[in-house]
C-alpha cells in the first residue's frame, strides 16, 4: 500500500505528459483544482477515492498496473502487449497456456 501511494503521483503525471495534457486541463476534466492536482503529482497530496477515480478516466489508464504494480520485467510485457493486435494476443495467449499446461 505504501508502494503505491508514494508512486501514485509519479504515474498520474508521467500519464498526463503521456497524454500531452497540462495540469491546468487534466485538473479541468477531473473537476479538481490545479493546485491540487500539482501536490498530488508532487507527493505532497494523496487523493480521495473520488479525485483517484476522476483522474483514472481522465487520463484512460487501466488500474492494473496501478493497484498491481508488478517488476521492471512485467511491466516490460504490459508494455509489448499493449502494442499487439488481438490476433497476436490471441497467439500469446495460446503459447502461455501451452506452457503452463506442459510445466515448461
Given at each position: 500500500?505504501?508502494?503505491?501511494?508514494?508512486?501514485?503521483?509519479?504515474?498520474?503525471?508521467?500519464?498526463?505528459?503521456?497524454?500531452?495534457?497540462?495540469?491546468?486541463?487534466?485538473?479541468?476534466?477531473?473537476?479538481?483544482?490545479?493546485?491540487?492536482?500539482?501536490?498530488?503529482?508532487?507527493?505532497?497530496?494523496?487523493?480521495?477515492?473520488?479525485?483517484?477515480?476522476?483522474?483514472?478516466?481522465?487520463?484512460?489508464?487501466?488500474?492494473?498496473?496501478?493497484?498491481?504494480?508488478?517488476?521492471?520485467?512485467?511491466?516490460?510485457?504490459?508494455?509489448?502487449?499493449?502494442?499487439?493486435?488481438?490476433?497476436?494476443?490471441?497467439?500469446?495467449?495460446?503459447?502461455?497456456?501451452?506452457?503452463?499446461d506442459i510445466n515448461f
Amino acid at each position: 500500500m505504501e508502494r503505491f501511494l508514494t508512486q501514485l503521483g509519479s504515474i498520474i503525471k508521467h500519464a498526463r505528459i503521456e497524454e500531452g495534457l497540462t495540469q491546468a486541463k487534466l485538473a479541468e476534466k477531473a473537476g479538481i483544482s490545479t493546485r491540487y492536482l500539482s501536490d498530488i503529482e508532487n507527493k505532497n497530496e494523496i487523493p480521495s477515492l473520488k479525485v483517484f477515480i476522476s483522474l483514472i478516466l481522465a487520463l484512460r489508464l487501466p488500474l492494473d498496473p496501478i493497484l498491481y504494480p508488478g517488476t521492471e520485467a512485467t511491466d516490460e510485457l504490459l508494455r509489448l502487449f499493449s502494442q499487439c493486435d488481438d490476433k497476436q494476443l490471441a497467439v500469446i495467449t495460446a503459447m502461455t497456456e501451452t506452457m503452463i499446461d506442459i510445466n515448461f
